[in-house]
């Protein structure tokens, strides 16, 4: 019909169109819906839609459960990166090393990775609750018989053990692949000129799996941000709502509180926080990046 | 270093990989061993191996959670919505790749800056699009929803895999008569089968464990519920029995256990060459 013109519009439209409509309507189009809802004070049911300007944005600084969420979330994020990679890069060097069984572990610390969020807080409200005070009163180890969900205290450092649990294979792997990649000469060479253990780690591992550090960090920033099943099984946000993310803050602001247009707003200003860490985050990294 | 030093060190190293091994492994030990074993004995005796075994916690956590009608609604979800993610991505990115007109290059830094965005930032107004598209408790709607979720990791990834493709080997089917959809198909979509598997297992985890997406759309018809969502309802209505939970927990976990398992260096492989490219 159209010739050539028209039979590559046609392409076109067969090849991206059908992928375009589903990412339209699932993400482009309620990305924007939100952005409108954040300026209204809809709570969800009602048909007429209030316009209120920029007050959702301005009560969200006094909002005392997003500001106590956003503290929680950043100081989780940050331990958990932190101690997630740590333990994920020595892993790594372990299972670098000619170990037997080496096959073996990989499977194992990958496996937690492979398990659900929601189930997963599940399994770990058993083991606080139930299974750390029996190894409480078979080792007598105070660790295991403190109130490990029922303090704010405590309660943070539960949910920091199980994502690190679950994270720390899955960046191990990625860890894994940075570190085999760097030439063996480098490292001969390394040696011939003395250097051996930790220097050798800090002076050519480290900057030669950089562009691992990149994909590790901005995954493991991400997912804290975003932790919201295992949290939910796990504490429910408590005790005293002292283990809400953002995520959940959010959840229960649009969803139990039906206040779809503060709960906007808080999306929002949760999108341009995740978005604008991990995009310095890659930034600054990738800066770091060297060339074997 | 002496060789008999060496392998001293290395053993070490060996032992303490066990160990490593043996923490990781200890909340499955516990799940296991408790969910044979009747409620008075998880209080009581929580540590140590069941001294009978109560096999009734399974029956019962079988006919609470639905499990066949649950199993079944995970699988069928999973790989419909897996199946469409691989098609309409791939088709997207050889048309992106082979035609990098503005539109396309403005369309594929739509789909991955797209990526950025959590989930719970368009939570919202995604479930009120989705209720007038009627696509609420329904399969097919969650599967569409998966669609629009998928599609944007999946276009990067195989777009960066197309790239490398030459493109003399699309000529050679113009050369014997194909049309531009019969070249996809029949040369361009089996050569890209190792991304498909890379894309296949990064979404199969992601999917079968997703809780807050299927929570939203179809949670309120029982009989569309997932493996998630059954057992969050059987949390939520049996609260602390544990003998019933630790059977449902490891009924819940050991699908996508077993798959791990029989999959294992291509899941791991998979995984490394998605996020490294990512």
Redesign the interface.
Known sequence: MGGPKGNQWLQQLVFVGPAFIFFSIIVLIPFFFGIYYSFTSWNGISTTVEWVGWDNFKRLFSDRHFVNAFLFTVKFMIVTVIITNTIAFLLALLLTRALKLRNLYRTVYFLPNVIGGLLLGYIFQFIFTRGFPALGELTGIGLFQLPWLGTAGTGFWAVVIISVWQMAGYMMVIYIAGIISIPKELLEAGKIDGASGWSLIRRIVVPLVMPSVTVCLFLTISNCFKAFDQILSLTGGGPFKSTETVALDIYFEAFTRNHFGLGSAKAIVFFIIVAAVTMVQVALTKRREVEA | MTDDKYSWR?LC??L???A??LV??A??Y??LI?SVKSFAA??T???AWPREFVWDNYLRAWDVMNYPVAFMNSLIITVAAITGIVI??A??A???VR?PSL??KL?FS??VS?M???????????????SQ?GMLNSRWGLV??Y???G??LA?FLFHGFIKSVPREIEESGVVDGCS??GV?WRIVFPLLQPMIATVVILNA?WI?????LPF?MVNSSPSLRTI?LS??AL?GEYTKQ?DL??AA?VM??AP??I???AL??R??EG??AG??K?
């Open positions: 290395l190293l060996e303490l990989a066990v490593i091994a990781i492994l909340p499955f516990f799940v408790n998880i209080l005796e929580t540590a309409l991505a088709m997207a050889y048309r992106m035609h539109l396309n369309l739509l789909f797209a950025v965005i959590p989930f719970q930032s368009i939570m919202i107004p995604l479930m009120k699009v989705t598209l569409c929803a669609f629009g979720f599609v944007s276009i531009p959809y996809f985890l079968w464990n997703d809780f807050l939203l998630p057992t969050f949390f544990w939970a630790m927990l819940g976990v996508i256990i798959f791990f398992l294992q260096r899941i791991i995984i490394t996020s490294v990512g």
